[in-house]
């Protein structure tokens, strides 16, 4: 707890580590001679390697392109929010002690799924999206139909999503992923999340519990605000990428 309470956020951990960082003295400043806006960004870029010094960084914050990308990550949407519908049971348990507690639960039917964009978001139309369930802690995702989406709109800069949960994923295990990009220029083939120089297709994902329990009387909803991770289709799917950052997270390093 403690050291992830001392843990840099990821906009901290940003500023300490990207190219142009000046943090434990990272920003280059040759001093024998001027040298033009041109000069001195090929110079930097020709010390990147020597400049981002920790390998923990150096994929995404490197590169110019990969650190003009993650800024953006972290300045545009950040959250994703998760409003469960359906059946709740509240209950008393008594255990071996005698002493009684009481419970909340609730199996998801659907979920209303909310997302701020503090950029780009101007029309609905812009919205690609995308549903899918991790059935356990050991298959990797598979994507639901289309049509489970029952809502899609825009309220100011905010994106809508409905979703309904076949039954038969409606326990515990269970575990609902949106993944979302924008369309920025489709003529250009442009979206946000922006491109990676080694990851050109990127989505922004969070996922949550389709079945929530909780072992104290909960008054409210099981509502969740969820982190944003961003990456590519292919990563966001397999369940071990989602083993790795909560790692990551638990040990302070992500």
Known sequence: MIAYLLTDTEAETYFKNFLLSDHCKKYYRPKT???????YTKLLISKQK?????????????????AEAKLF?????????????????DDVVTGLNGISVA???????SYTIRLQFNHFFQDIEQ??????????????????DSYQFIEQ????????????????????????MIVVRLVIDADRGLYFPYP????????????????????VFIPEDFMSSEHIKYDTL???????????WIERLLNGTN
């Not at 825009?154 to 038969?168: F, N, T």
């Open 50 to 66: 020597e400049l981002v010094d920790d390998e923990d960084y150096e994929d995404e914050l490197m590169r110019p392109q990969d």
């Open 33 to 39: 001679r001027d040298y033009s806006p041109v000069e």
């Open 234 to 244: 292919e990563n966001l799917t397999r369940v071990s990428f989602w083993q790795n």
């Open 153 to 176: 709109k825009k309220e100011g800069s905010e994106l809508v999503l409905k979703v309904e949960i076949p039954r038969k994923y409606r326990k515990i295990g269970c575990q609902l």
């Open 73 to 89: 990550d972290l300045t545009t949407c950040t959250n994703m929010v998760f409003e469960p519908h359906g059946k709740r049971d």
């Open 127 to 144: 919205a690609e999206y995308g549903a899918l369930i991790f059935k356990d802690a050991k298959t990797d995702a598979e994507y639901l």
């Open 103 to 109: 419970t909340s639960s609730q199996k998801a039917e």
């Open 196 to 215: 990676m120089v080694e990851k050109q297709e990127r989505w922004l994902a969070a996922r949550v519990p389709i079945f929530n329990h909780a072992a």
